[in-house]
């Protein structure tokens, strides 16, 4: 089946320390995008990525960062620099970046600075 | 300026009725699409229905339609026959032609209490 796998689950870190979520697609999509949730909230667009070797940040990209180096494979590094890491975090892509494309999304890591 | 606005926090609804989700948008882009996806508890976003702008006919899809009014700017959702399944969050969510379709955006989100 085709779809979009995130892990770990739950992550817990401790302050100070980096941590990376991983993202994984078999939808053989183009496009694909990091999104922050906090509790009773909408999402955020953290980062985003149109193609292979190419990613552009999003409205809260501060203190995180991301790697595109595979088309299935999008990773996002929370750093230390990431003020208030704890939320629940959820990867998507699309077919294309037209606006026209819906997005699917993973099933997302809820993540919990100690 | 918030761009996505759902102005019900929460909703009650009794099972096999219909119940509509109220979505207000704001955007001069005249190309644009508007989104409804369904958070279950277990927090995966589930993709709904789809409406585009210039699209003449309102969207539907088995129990969900969108009801579109575009002059009001207005995308609700519309889930006939409740089930319990239905109590979820429901997010409304847009995207414009000239950002080039990266950037969507959510609303709040209604929070759907489905009763037996």
């Known amino acids: 089946d085709g779809g979009i796998t995130q892990s770990p689950k739950y992550l817990f870190r401790k302050e100070g320390q980096n941590v990376t979520l991983s993202c994984e697609q078999n939808?053989?999509?183009?496009?694909m995008y990091w999104y922050r949730q906090d509790p009773g909230q909408g999402l955020r667009l953290i980062y985003y990525?149109?193609?292979?070797?190419?990613?552009q940040k999003g409205d809260i990209a501060e203190g995180y960062s991301v790697s595109r180096e595979k088309k299935e494979s999008f990773p996002l590094t929370v750093t230390s620099a990431q003020k208030n890491p704890t939320a629940f975090y959820l990867c998507?892509?699309?077919?294309?970046?037209?606006?026209?494309?819906?997005?699917?999304f993973g099933p997302g890591t809820r993540l919990t600075v100690l | 300026a918030q761009k996505i606005t759902q102005t019900q926090p929460g909703m009650f609804v009794q099972e096999k009725e219909a119940v509509t989700l109220d979505c207000t948008y704001d955007?001069?882009?005249?190309?644009?699409?508007l989104f409804w996806y369904k958070q279950p508890s277990s927090g995966e976003m589930i993709f709904l229905i789809y409406?585009?702008?210039?699209?003449?006919q309102n969207a539907t899809e088995g129990r969900y339609s969108l009801n579109f009014q575009k002059a009001r700017k207005s995308a609700n959702l519309v889930i006939s026959a409740s089930q319990l399944g239905d109590s979820a969050m429901y997010f409304c969510?847009?995207?414009?032609?000239?950002?080039?379709?990266?950037?969507?955006?959510f609303g709040a989100g209604t929070r759907l209490f489905v009763k037996a």
């Open positions: 955007t001069s882009d005249p190309s644009y699409g």
């Open positions: 998507a892509s699309s077919i294309g970046r037209d606006w026209v494309n819906e997005q699917f």
């Open positions: 990525s149109q193609i292979v070797n190419d990613f």
């Open positions: 969510a847009m995207r414009e032609g000239s950002t080039g379709g990266f950037k969507t955006i």
């Open positions: 409406q585009g702008s210039y699209d003449q």
């Open positions: 939808l053989n999509h183009d496009a």
